[in-house]
């Protein structure tokens, strides 16, 4: 027979930690000042009226280094819990878990030969 009660600890975290950035916002809510006058409601706060456009190019180098990064911090976290459990679940999750870095490790190298992760 399948127990709730067995999930108390998960329940009463959940709880608790969706309180408190609630709390934290409702109390830094009340206690902040309010000062509302012509330079807090205008764009830029520093009162220097800007110059120029605002829309800078930049260079896809940048978003492709921070997709990578993205993606192989991703893959540490799935890793991590098969790794932790690697002895109860034996060589079929390692089977997984190879195929899974190797087509990573696949992708790593298209984008290598396509020059996607120069800077110059």
């Known amino acids: 027979m399948f127990l709730l009660h067995e999930y108390d600890i998960f329940w009463t975290f959940l709880i608790i930690e969706s309180l408190i950035p609630i709390l934290a916002f409702s109390i ?20 220097i009226e800007p110059m120029g456009g605002a829309w800078v190019q930049f260079r896809i180098c940048y978003y492709m280094f921070a997709l990578v990064f993205v993606v ?14 690697f002895d109860v679940l034996g060589v079929s999750v390692f089977i997984e878990a190879f195929i899974f870095v190797l087509i990573l490790v696949v992708g790593l190298v298209y ?7 120069e800077w110059s």
Do not use: H, I, N, Q
């Not at 206690?31 to 009162?47: I, M, Q, T």
């Not at 192989?72 to 459990?85: A, R």
């Not at 984008?111 to 992760?117: D, F, M, P, S, T």
């Open 28 to 47: 830094s809510g009340l206690l902040a000042r309010v000062s509302e006058g012509p330079e807090k409601l205008s764009s830029y706060e520093s009162g």
């Open 72 to 85: 192989f911090d991703v893959e540490t976290v799935f890793l991590y819990p098969w790794v932790m459990s």
């Open 111 to 117: 984008g290598w030969r396509k020059v996607a992760l």
